[in-house]
């Protein structure tokens, strides 16, 4: 049922833990549904461009969500922040060769951790947060409250 | 002893069982020379039907009644159906009201289910957090048109042993409903004399017993009348039309006779008594699901917060070792089961159970085997979870 890439991933996740004193953390998904993920994020600069210097992830969840979580940090590490919100969770499901069709949420999941690290870090830092942005966190948001809204967005409803 | 040709440890017995060699070698010849119809007059059917009437003396004698009280099935699944169905449509002109449990297998939940579409009325009885039923729900729940009453003997998730002797007692006291039960995990583990148990009809199959799949068994009392599911050419007293399957009827027989010459309890509670001592007293944070003891002898289901249950069933996989969880990762439409979800104990504790359910073929050796690599794999998850012990995200 899964790749050999997300097995990999499962087995030997990448940058996972805690960034110790991080410039931003965030937190999407929730118990009742079964995934949750932080992620923590160093910003640094060069070109006068934000980047991401460091990134970690903490992940409840099943081999997917793990699998996910740690090729989200993989594809945004030294990206900066405007590419690294680009990021899409069909990228994610891409770089592990594919992901059953009822675990498609969990690359969701990253995403919106990802997009919600940056979130708050342009937030906190006064920068411009586009349409696309705002919209991404408001997605993210919305997965620490219901979960059956998002299963049934996110896998269950379709055909 | 090892029986698995392979390098693993079979922790997950309440799934399924690997046949047992003195199994396998009753069905051969069934499979070759012995091809018979048992319906054939020739010699090479009447063969046939004396080794299928043997089987059935033999799950007879496991369940203490008469071999004609015995229909051989498909599975467990069919003769649940079978109970259920077969009760409604018989006596629908008397009642059309079942009473069954919030934690009954989904053959059972489904069965019933479809019943109400047809215009039943079905009671589901809240359990309590042990997954224990109130003796008191039933009888309140009992009408005048209550046919059955169908509860599950020994839960294959979280072990719950219901009294059902008990049960069956007041249901008929009460009412004139059948009383039946799903004891499909419960042989060689339990005691399964329907005439101690009182019930009126009682499923089993085979492979979760050291038998074949594909093969299950109704009992039902002789006085007890029910429709059939299939219509044929009368096979089974006309109760299950279909030709016998008789290599794994023979192997079925075989497995009773085993069971009951066999009886595994307490070698299977001591594998999980101490497998739950190991466990607590190496790994924090262990919720028990279902009651400590008695439970269904083998059975154990456990959550460690923290750590997702699909994950740490595939982290386990990695270490030759075969165990199953409730966690709704696992599930095809990412709901918990339903069980846990009954037992209400929140979801972190549903979505990090894990089964681990010993058997015949498993040693000490294989219980030391899994602690260790459950220590080592929950260590790790716990490292890289988002959640906390209150089951909140962590900071």
């Known amino acids: 049922m899964y790749t050999e890439k997300v097995m990999e991933h499962f087995k030997n996740p990448r940058n996972m833990g805690e960034i110790e ?30 980047y991401i210097e460091d990134i970690k992830f903490k992940t409840f969840g099943c081999a997917s969500a793990i699998a996910t979580s740690s090729v989200t940090t993989e594809l945004a590490m030294g990206k900066t922040l405007d590419e690294a919100e680009e990021i899409e969770e069909e990228d994610i499901a891409e770089e592990l060769g594919g992901l059953p069709k009822i675990k498609m949420h969990c690359s969701n999941l990253s995403a919106n951790g990802l997009h919600e690290a940056i979130y708050q870090y342009k937030k906190k830092e006064g ?16 997965t620490l409250e219901k979960t ?3 299963r049934q967005e996110h896998g269950l409803n379709e055909d | 002893m090892k029986i698995l040709d392979v390098d693993r440890i079979y922790a997950d017995n309440n799934a399924t069982t690997p046949v047992d060699p003195k199994v396998k070698m009753e069905m051969l010849p069934y499979l070759e020379d012995r091809f018979g119809n048992p319906n054939s007059l020739h010699t090479t059917g009447r063969e046939a039907r004396k080794a299928v009437e043997e089987a059935r003396q033999k799950v007879a004698e496991m369940l203490n009644c008469k071999a004609k009280e015995i229909i051989f099935t498909s ?30 297998h989904k053959c059972v939940l489904e069965a019933c289910g ?16 042990e997954g224990y039923l109130s003796v008191e729900d039933i009888e309140e729940e009992l009408r005048e048109d209550t046919v059955l009453v169908s509860i599950m003997m020994a839960n294959n998730e979280v072990g719950t042993i219901q009294p059902i002797n ?42 979760k017993m050291y ?64 497998f739950v001592e190991d466990v607590c007293a190496r790994i924090e944070k262990v919720v028990i699901n279902g009651p400590l003891s008695p439970r269904l002898p083998g059975n154990t289901n456990m959550s460690f917060i923290g750590v997702e249950g699909e994950a740490l069933v595939l982290r386990l996989d990695n270490h030759g070792i075969d165990v199953a969880t409730g966690s709704a990762c696992s599930s095809d439409e990412l709901k918990a089961s339903h069980v846990l979800e009954a037992l209400d104990k929140g979801p972190e504790v549903a979505h990090s159970s894990l089964r681990i359910s010993f058997g015949r073929f498993n040693t000490m050796d294989d219980v030391d085997a899994v602690v260790e690599a459950l220590e080592k794999e929950v260590d790790d998850l ?10 909140k995200i962590g900071d």
């Open chain 2, 382 to 391: 716990r490292s890289i979870t988002a959640m906390d012990e209150k089951g």
């Open chain 1, 127 to 142: 920068m411009e947060i586009s349409e696309d942005l705002e919209r991404k966190h408001k997605i993210a948001q919305k």
């Open chain 2, 166 to 207: 008990k049960l069956a007692r007041i249901v008929h006291e009460k009412s004139n409903a059948y009383f039946h039960t799903d004891m499909a995990q419960c042989p060689g583990k339990m005691d399964v004399d329907v005439e101690n148990l009182g019930v009126d009809m009682a499923t089993i199959n085979a492979h």
């Open chain 1, 148 to 150: 059956e809204e998002m």
């Open chain 2, 114 to 129: 479809w019943l109400e579409e047809q215009g039943f009325e079905i009671t589901y009885l809240d359990v309590d957090k």
């Open chain 2, 75 to 104: 599975s467990a699944t069919e003769s649940n159906n079978h109970a259920i169905k077969g009760t409604a449509f018989a006596r629908k002109n008397e009642g059309k009201h079942i009473i069954t449990s919030k934690i009954e």
């Open chain 2, 211 to 274: 038998g074949p799949k594909g093969i299950g068994a109704l009992y039902k009392g002789q006085d007890v009348e029910i429709d059939p599911l299939l219509h044929g050419g009368g096979q089974e007293e006309g109760e299950r039309s279909g030709t016998e399957n008789v290599p794994y009827i023979v192997g079925f027989g075989k497995a009773c006779e085993l069971a009951q010459k066999n009886q595994e309890k307490d070698r299977l509670e001591k594998m999980h008594q101490k």
């Open chain 1, 21 to 50: 004193d991080p410039d931003v953390t965030s937190k999407v998904g929730n118990p009742a549904c079964g995934d949750m993920m932080n992620i923590y994020l160093r910003v640094g600069e060069k070109n006068n461009e934000k």
